[in-house]
């Protein structure tokens, strides 16, 4: 069975980095475009950034555009996600998605990131 | 750019129906079938319930139907049960230059 889980997640101050990882299973990774997810605590989901199968489209949400990375590995069927210049507004819970052409339709369980000094 | 608008909250008794709306814009709901519907119980990661406007994955109760008319998805449960106690969440492709999907602002389903 498709199986998704993510890692990396911790506290960080605000300026600080952080990579997290998204170990998957049970499908062919190499054939699937991934997304990360977040939603900070209490409040909705938010669509962070997308990468093609190939690694070779990546879209960003404005909010994390020259802050975050999204790459994958699909030799180690893994999807990641550096941030860098984390801000207190990045705390939230962050999952990886598979994603085909229109919807992600299998979500890990969600790794938290706390921005806070 | 704004999230999609959704109820903050939608309650029924068992057995009876709910529809919960999902509105956006010419740019994203009503621009593409690419509507979903996401149900997240608490501390839980969310799940697809409909794709593509109103396509179910499999293994999706028959119970959860989707629809759109213009700029506004609908999602309708109908036979409410208690497992059906959730958050959802709408989501759509948008032609926006600033993102590639925008979700729902999200509904508490309430079971009376």
């Known amino acids: 069975q498709v199986q998704l889980v993510e890692s990396g997640g911790g506290l960080v101050k605000p300026g600080g980095s952080l990579r997290l990882s998204c170990a998957a299973s049970?499908?062919?990774?190499?054939?699937?475009?991934m997304s990360w997810i977040r939603q900070a605590p209490g409040k909705g989901l938010e669509w962070v950034s997308y990468?093609?199968?190939?690694?070779?489209?990546?879209y960003y949400a404005d909010s994390v555009k020259g802050r975050f990375t999204i790459s994958r590995d699909n030799a180690k069927n893994s999807l990641y996600l550096q941030m860098n210049s984390l801000r207190a507004e990045d705390t939230a819970v962050y999952y990886c998605?598979?994603?085909?052409?229109?919807?992600?339709?299998?979500w890990g369980q969600g790794t938290l990131v706390t921005v806070s000094s | 750019q704004s999230a999609l608008t959704q109820p903050a909250s939608v309650s029924g008794s068992p057995g009876q129906s709910i529809t919960i709306s999902c509105t956006g814009t010419?740019?994203?709901?009503?621009?593409?079938?690419?509507v979903s519907w996401y149900q997240q119980h608490p501390g839980k990661a969310p799940k697809l319930m409909i794709y593509?406007?109103?396509n179910r994955p499999s293994g999706v109760s028959n119970r959860f139907s989707g629809s759109k008319s213009g700029n506004t998805a609908s999602l309708t449960i109908s036979g409410l049960q208690a497992e059906d106690e959730a958050d959802y969440y709408c989501?759509?492709?948008?032609?926006?230059?600033?993102?590639?999907?925008?979700f729902g602002t999200g509904t508490k389903v309430t079971v009376l």
């Open positions: 998605a598979r994603h085909t052409v229109t919807n992600s339709d299998y």
């Open positions: 049970g499908f062919t990774f190499s054939d699937y475009y």
């Open positions: 990468i093609s199968s190939s690694g070779s489209t990546i």
């Open positions: 010419s740019s994203d709901v009503g621009g593409y079938n690419y």
């Open positions: 593509d406007v109103s």
């Open positions: 989501s759509s492709y948008t032609s926006s230059s600033t993102r590639l999907y925008v």
